[in-house]
């Protein structure tokens, strides 16, 4: 199985790139973040055309999140299901096949120390939370997406200039360790133990054209999905040419 974790900075501004990567990567899966658009307006017809079954999990404008798949989708879970009242679209969860898919996208938080991060650490906790009730650790799981998180230094172009800055602040940080805690495990860095790889560059500041970018897009997986990886890496080439979004795909192979 192939599995995407995408943040295509809207589903229907980037739909001619969507359908390009999946004929050109092949995935089974793709959870996608920030569709930006409500579930009647996610352009389903041209994607079930090619195949693919739609859970979608949408709000106008902004966040949005949506589970692609070749095969069902069953089981699916919208929100956090924690009884907390939350208006934003930031996660999706669903079963496919032998495969547990969450799918997040989490809040920016603005800056370190704005009431959006101090939010934002919350909801990392409360989707540590949902994912140790909907994620059977003997089982196959991913917990994936856009986490506007680094692990770690590895992770960022120029570490001194993100010191604490938000995306790199320790407490973040220690927000996103709170899922491996859990027994979930880096997919990327099975392959990748090096730095220099990753996910987003800034549009306003031309970061990919100067190999100045952020790894915040990430594939969390249960210790039995871990031993069945048999690839991850980052799709560079859905970054290139014209109309990308600013963040590329990373794909794993179980």
């Known amino acids: 199985m192939r599995i995407v974790t995408w943040n ?3 589903v229907r501004a980037r739909l001619p790139r969507l359908i390009e990567f999946l ?13 930006k658009c409500l ?34 989708i069953e089981d699916v879970v919208r929100g956090l299901d924690d009884g907390v009242e939350d208006p934003e679209a930031r996660v999706i969860s669903a079963q496919v096949g032998d ?3 969450v799918n997040a996208y989490v809040v920016n938080g603005q800056e370190v120390g704005a009431d959006k991060y101090r939010y934002k650490l919350e909801w ?14 003997d089982e ?31 407490p973040e940080r220690r927000a996103l360790a709170g899922l491996t805690s859990l027994g979930l495990k880096d997919a990327f860095r099975k392959f990748h ?40 890496s980052i799709d560079l080439a859905a970054r290139e040419g014209p109309g990308p979004s600013d963040h590329a795909p990373v794909i794993a192979d179980l």
């Open 39 to 72: 579930d009647e307006a996610f352009p389903l017809d041209p994607l079930e055309d090619l195949g693919w079954s739609c859970a979608t999990f949408g709000q106008k404008t902004y966040n949005g999140v949506a589970i692609l798949a070749r095969g069902r």
């Open 140 to 170: 196959k799981g991913v917990v994936c997406g856009d986490f506007n998180v680094t692990f770690d230094d590895r992770d960022v172009h120029d570490p001194a200039l993100w010191h604490e800055k938000i995306l790199c602040s320790t």
């Open 8 to 10: 295509v900075n809207s």
């Open 193 to 232: 133990e090096e730095g220099g790889h990753y996910t987003w560059w800034d549009f306003r500041t031309k970061g990919y054209q100067r190999q100045a970018g952020l790894r915040i897009d990430h594939l969390l997986v249960t210790p039995p999905a871990y031993e069945s990886l048999r690839a991850c």
């Open 99 to 101: 495969v547990m898919i």
């Open 23 to 35: 004929e050109r990567a092949r995935p089974d899966v793709v959870c996608l973040q920030e569709t």
């Open 124 to 137: 990392l906790n409360r989707l540590r939370d949902f994912a140790a009730r909907r994620c059977v650790l």
